[in-house]
C-alpha cells in the first residue's frame, strides 16, 4: 500500500488550557477527498490551520507524502510556505488589483520560477478550470464563483502534494453551490489530488467526500464513508448531525431467535428482527429516520396507529408529523401519499437502530410488528 498524502496522529492544539484539537487522528490516501464535518467551534479549521503551519500544535505529528512538517515530540515545525500544500479558505482569497493571469502565477513569482514555466502553468491551470479565455480579466469582471475558482487555480499552481479548503463554497448562494461542488469534484478529478476539505455542511460533505470525519468538541468521533456515516453512525451526535432522526424510548421484554419483542414508553408491545444481542430489561432509544417510515391506511396490520398532525409539500416528496400516542413522527415519504390532516393513518417502522443510555449506537433493527394491530 503506498503511504498517505497527509497522515495527521495524535494531534492537539490548545488556546489558553482549552482543547481546541483534542487528540486528532485521520490520513488521506492519495486521490482522496476527505473532509472533517462538525458544528461550529469544534476544531475543524484549526486541525486544518496546523496542517498548513499556520498554528503550531501543541502535540502530535503531521506528515505530508512522509515528510514530517510538525513533530511535537521532536520539536519540528516547518513553515507554511515550505510545506507542499495548496489552500483556500472561505473569503475570496484573490487580490482585487491583479488580473487573472496574476493571480494564478503569483506563488510561481515569489519563488522565481521562470517566465515561459510560469505561462506553461497559468494555461494548465486555466484549462483544469475550464476558464478559456479569462487570463486578462480583474476579478470585479468576475461573478463570485469565477472569483473562486481564481483562488483554487492559485493554489494549484504550485502543483502541491495536498489542497487545503475550509468553506470554500459558503459565501456563494445555494444553486452556484450546486454547481461548484460539482467542479470541485471535476478538479480534484482531473488533478487527482488530495483534498482535505472542512465545512459544517452536512450534505455538502456527504455530496463531496469519499470520506468523512464527524468532529465535536475538539474530538472525530467517526471516520468513514458517507454511507456509512449515514446508516451506521456510531453514535446518537453523528446519527444527529447527518440527518433528520425520531426517537422512541422502549424497554426489551424477550428475544426469540431473531425476533426482538419490546415494550415501547407508552405500553405499545413491539416486535422487531435484529441479530443485535440485547438482554431483557434493557432500556433502549429505537431511532429511524424520516424516509425509514412508511404511511399507511388505519388498520394496516404490523404498524403504529397515529393521527397526522402536519403535512408540508417538499417539491420532491411530501413530509408528515405524525402523533402515536406519546411520540411525534416526522415521515418523509413520496409524493403521491393521498393522507391529510387529521387522517387517521398507520405507520410502517422500516428500519432503524437502537441506541443505549450511553449514547452509543448498539444494534440495528428491521421490520417492526406491532402486537396490538397484528392480533
Ligand atoms: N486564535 C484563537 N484563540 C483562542 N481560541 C481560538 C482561536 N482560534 C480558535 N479558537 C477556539 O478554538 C475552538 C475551535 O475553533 P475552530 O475555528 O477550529 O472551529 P471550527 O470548527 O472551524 O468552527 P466554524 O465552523 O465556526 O468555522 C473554538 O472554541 C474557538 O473559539
Ligand atoms: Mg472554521
Same mark, same amino acid.
Given at each position: 500500500m503506498s503511504p498517505p498524502a497527509l497522515a495527521v496522529h495524535n494531534l492537539v492544539k490548545q488556546f489558553a488550557g482549552t482543547a481546541a484539537v483534542d487528540n486528532v487522528s485521520f490520513s488521506l490516501a492519495e486521490n482522496e477527498f476527505f473532509t472533517l464535518l462538525g458544528p461550529s467551534g469544534c476544531g475543524k479549521t484549526t486541525t486544518l490551520r496546523c496542517v498548513a503551519g499556520l498554528e503550531q500544535a501543541d502535540a502530535g505529528e503531521i506528515r505530508i507524502r512522509e515528510q514530517v512538517v510538525f513533530s511535537g515530540r521532536d520539536g519540528v515545525h516547518v513553515p507554511t510556505n515550505h510545506r507542499p500544500i495548496g489552500m483556500v479558505f472561505q473569503s475570496y482569497a484573490v487580490w482585487p488589483h491583479m488580473t487573472v493571469f496574476e493571480n494564478i502565477a503569483y506563488p510561481l513569482r515569489v519563488r522565481g520560477r521562470p517566465r515561459s514555466r510560469i505561462n506553461d502553468r497559468v494555461a494548465q491551470v486555466l484549462q483544469i478550470l475550464d476558464m478559456p479565455g479569462m487570463a486578462s480579466r480583474m476579478p470585479s469582471q468576475l461573478s463570485g464563483g469565477q472569483q473562486q475558482r481564481v483562488a483554487l487555480g492559485r493554489a494549484l499552481a504550485m502543483n502541491p502534494a495536498v489542497l487545503l479548503l475550509d468553506e470554500p463554497l459558503s459565501n456563494l448562494d445555494a444553486k452556484l453551490r450546486e454547481s461548484m461542488r460539482a467542479e470541485l469534484q471535476l478538479v480534484q478529478r482531473t488533478t487527482g489530488l488530495p483534498i482535505l476539505y472542512v465545512t459544517h455542511d452536512q450534505v455538502e460533505a456527504m455530496a463531496l467526500s469519499d470520506r468523512i470525519a464527524v468532529m465535536s468538541g475538539g474530538r472525530v468521533l467517526q471516520i468513514a464513508e458517507p454511507e456509512a456515516i449515514y446508516e451506521r453512525p456510531s453514535n446518537r451526535f453523528v446519527l444527529d448531525f447527518i440527518g433528520a432522526v425520531n426517537y422512541l424510548p422502549s424497554?426489551?421484554?424477550?428475544r426469540s431467535g431473531e425476533r426482538l419483542c419490546l415494550r415501547a414508553e407508552d405500553g405499545t408491545p413491539l416486535t422487531v428482527q435484529t441479530g443485535s444481542a440485547l438482554e431483557?430489561?434493557? &432500556?433502549? #432509544?429505537?431511532?429511524?429516520?424520516? &424516509?425509514? #417510515?412508511?404511511?399507511?391506511?388505519?388498520?394496516?396490520?404490523c404498524c403504529l396507529p397515529g393521527t397526522v398532525a402536519l403535512r408540508s409539500f417538499l417539491g420532491n416528496a411530501l413530509e408528515f408529523r405524525v402523533h402515536c400516542h406519546k411520540t411525534s413522527f416526522r415521515v418523509q415519504t413520496e409524493k403521491e401519499r393521498p393522507f391529510q390532516v387529521g387522517d387517521r393513518v398507520a405507520l410502517r417502522l422500516h428500519r432503524g437502530l437502537f441506541l443505549a443510555h450511553d449514547d452509543k449506537v448498539v444494534g440495528i433493527w428491521h421490520d417492526l410488528e406491532n402486537n396490538l394491530v397484528h392480533g
Open positions: 424497554v426489551v421484554l424477550e431483557s430489561g434493557r &432500556e433502549l #432509544l429505537m431511532a429511524v429516520r424520516p &424516509e425509514d #417510515l412508511r404511511l399507511e391506511p388505519e388498520g394496516t396490520p
